[in-house]
């Protein structure tokens, strides 16, 4: 079965630190890879991924795509603790719509 | 309103009662999406529809599981005869895709609907 694997599942930091969350792949039908931030009940989207080795950057985070590897990574530079939550990496199909299969998650937690 | 709204945002229900869930899209957006979130557990695909397309009802868990867009706008989720394990946070979101514009696949979620079967 197609899935979606994060890494790791959960991350303690102090702030400051620099992170780095993987995401790889093994789905056919690529269409895009998404990253989202979930804090409460429903995610914040932060990137969309289609093309390979093209960093895409938002202030302090920053995420590049590899789809030779399959993977994507997602870099979180002088963290802060309200960058405490889940970060979910999403794969889009393109079968006949477009639907995403998503990882688990990485939680990650932000102390002071 | 700006975002996608869902009702209602909490629904206590007992074992066995159907429900409804409702989301309304941002306006203009042709495609929608509903997911499911288990304590503890990543989100899970549901349904997806996009614009008058017959929609993509792979993720549905069972047939009590439904679903209906009327008018290419609000959604309604129907849950016959609830279990506990449909206990979850129904979320949600609608995206421009199809558009062509850049960035149209970006789902914007709703807050999601907090489903308690007991």
């Known amino acids: 079965e197609d899935k979606v694997v994060q890494s790791p599942l959960s991350l303690v930091v102090h702030e400051g630190d620099t992170v780095t969350l993987n995401c790889s792949y093994e789905?056919?039908?690529?269409?895009?890879l998404l990253w989202y931030k979930q804090e409460k009940k429903a995610p914040t989207f932060l990137f969309m991924l289609t093309s390979s080795g093209i960093e895409k950057k938002s202030g302090r985070l920053s995420s590049i795509l590899d789809k030779k590897e399959l993977f994507s990574i997602l870099n979180i530079t002088a963290t802060q603790t309200g960058d405490s939550a889940i970060y979910l990496c999403?794969?889009?199909?393109?079968?006949?719509?477009?639907?995403?299969?998503f990882g688990p998650g990485t939680r990650l937690s932000v102390l002071p | 309103g700006a975002g996608v709204s869902q009702s209602p945002s909490n629904k206590v229900t007992e074992k066995g009662k159907d429900v409804e869930l409702r989301c309304d899209p941002i306006s203009g957006h042709t495609a929608l999406y509903w997911y499911r979130q288990r304590l503890g557990q990543g989100l899970e695909f549901l349904i997806y529809?996009?614009?008058?397309?017959?929609?993509?009802k792979s993720g549905l868990p069972s047939d009590r599981f439904s679903a209906e867009r009327t008018g290419g706008s609000v959604s309604t989720l129907t849950i016959q005869r609830t279990q506990q394990e449909d206990s979850a946070v129904y979320l949600c979101?609608?995206?421009?895709?199809?558009?062509?514009?850049?960035?149209?696949?970006?789902?914007?979620f709703g807050p999601g609907t907090r489903l308690t079967v007991l």
């Open positions: 789905v056919t039908n690529f269409r895009s």
């Open positions: 529809f996009q614009g008058n397309s017959a929609p993509d």
């Open positions: 999403a794969e889009g199909r393109d079968n006949y719509g477009q639907n995403f299969v």
């Open positions: 979101a609608s995206s421009l895709v199809g558009s062509g514009l850049v960035g149209a696949d970006t789902q914007y």
